[in-house]
């Protein structure tokens, strides 16, 4: 089993440039958006936190093939990104460098464990991190 990890910052930068135009506390229970893209099943978690350049970005993703394709770039596992809900996914147009993505892992709840874990490693803030996009193989 190969793991790897997503340079956020880098994916980020690519996405921004195209989401910028467009963009305008934990919950328990957090709505879901689902979409196809491809070979791919992806489920944007839409936490509270997030802010509107955050969700625009997240939205592309889970919407746009070559945007997804910079944060999930096998898409033969399962992948999850990870944040603190304090520090979020992007601010002041900048990532944040808790927000981790990691792909390649054999199911959601391997993929979800070691995102949460890295997350949480590289967090300053209290709060535990949370999932916000999930990348699956499509049924």
């Not at 910052?9 to 506390?25: D, E, N, S």
Request: contains cysteine; charged residues 15%; negative net charge.
């Amino acid at each position: 089993m190969r793991r790897t990890t997503f340079t956020i910052a880098g994916a980020l930068a690519a996405v921004a440039t195209a989401v910028l135009p467009f963009a305008g506390a934990h919950a328990q229970s957090v709505p879901v958006e689902a979409s196809t893209i491809g070979g791919s099943a992806v489920s944007l978690h839409v936490h509270p936190f997030l802010t509107e350049e955050e969700l625009a970005t997240l939205r592309l993703v889970a919407s746009n093939d070559q945007a997804l394709s910079l944060f999930v770039t096998s898409r033969t596992g399962h992948a999850a990104l990870a944040v603190s809900p304090e520090e979020g996914f992007v601010r002041d147009g900048a990532p944040v460098p808790s927000a981790v993505a990691l792909g390649d892992l054999p199911d959601a709840a391997a993929a979800r464990s070691a995102a949460l874990a890295a997350c949480d490693a590289a967090r300053k803030a209290a709060a535990p991190c949370v999932v916000v996009l999930e990348v699956a193989p499509a049924p």
